[in-house]
């Protein structure tokens, strides 16, 4: 197969039924032999998703499956990686699924194993609150760990995806499982980028877990430093005795670092954590 589509689900589908059609032609003028791919990352379907439904039946190449329960957009997304049988693999978010029939306009993501598709976040807030906690959120990381720029909407070939769904990892975040295994990495700018956050299921907790999760799986050794930090700074509060507490720190180091490499350990490859996703 030539080329995948993959667009994960939660509730909202507005968007993707109103241009599903037109995406579906923009990919059929390009390719001969294509898939979309919606996985909804829900135990429900909303009425959104149930229209949608309809719209599919319609269609041969667009399919639709669904998860057990709700995993998290990453997740959802690597289950529709592991169903797509294209030699590129798009993945992108539903309300900004209409670009889709942009980049069917040129093959530029050809040459590289991740070609990422920019636009201006800044753009999307409603809220100026939130406009400003989000920036904050996004320089420190970028700034604490020097990561790749990267976006939701990105295609990546299959070759790659494979490497990624054989590991093994304990938390879900495409972007840094990708960086482990490529150095080839590419994109443009989405020109008059429109969408608005305001079907966002993003909050603030949800940003602090994936915050968690990006730092850890991208300096493992800098978290375990930093969790065993917290209980020795508990332990000198109770005991001040400076010499005792940093043996103290050295055995919370060495245990979560144990800890977290035994759950790496026993923990499925991610593509067995899919399988067991997609069983009803």
Known sequence: MDFSVVIPLYYYANNTATHLADISKALASKYK??????????????????HLIDIQKQLNEVKIVQLNKNYGQHFATLCGF????????????????????DVCKNSNFEQADIYFYFYDKDKMYQSTIRK??????KNMLNYTM????????????????????????IFW???IMLFKHTENINGELIEGFN??????SYNYKKLFQMA???????NTVLMNLLLAFFPT?????????????????????????AFFNLLKFFTPSTASKIEAALKK
């Open 173 to 175: 975040n495409i972007d």
């Open 195 to 200: 969408v608005t956050d305001q079907h966002s």
């Open 212 to 218: 968690f999760e990006i730092i850890y799986e991208h």
């Open 146 to 169: 020097s990561l790749k720029p990267s976006s939701t909407f990105r295609i990546i070939k299959a070759d790659l995806r494979d490497k990624i769904l054989n590991s093994k990892h």
């Open 33 to 50: 032999d294509f898939e979309i791919i919606f996985v909804i990352d829900n135990s429900q379907i909303s009425k959104e998703i149930a």
């Open 233 to 257: 700074i508990l332990y000198y509060w109770l005991f001040q005795d400076t010499l005792r507490n940093i043996g103290v720190y050295v055995i919370f180091t060495l245990a979560i670092t």
């Open 132 to 137: 400003t906690l989000s920036n904050v959120y």
């Open 82 to 101: 592991y169903l797509a049988k294209g030699k590129y693999i798009l993945s992108v978010d539903e309300d900004m699924s209409h670009y889709i029939v």
